[in-house]
């Protein structure tokens, strides 16, 4: 999988809106169900939660 650096203004961002901003769902629901599905990881492991806080890094 190709990865890309997406610049965020902010400490921290919420997953549901960083997934939007990367452009890999088109609305909130859509994040929501693929979190719920297991489709998404951060830092290797299986995220579900929405509204996790990505920092720098992550």
């Not at 997406?6 to 929501?32: C, H, P, W, Y």
């Not at 297991?38 to 509204?51: D, F, L, Q, S």
Request: without cysteine; hydrophobic residues 40%.
């Amino acid at each position: 999988m190709r990865m890309h650096e997406i610049e965020i203004t902010t400490d921290t961002i919420r997953l549901g809106q960083f997934l939007k901003l990367a452009n890999l769902v088109d609305s909130g629901s859509d994040a929501k169900f693929l979190l719920a599905e297991g489709e998404i990881t951060v830092n290797g492991e299986v995220e579900i939660r929405r509204g996790r806080q990505l920092r720098a890094g992550d």
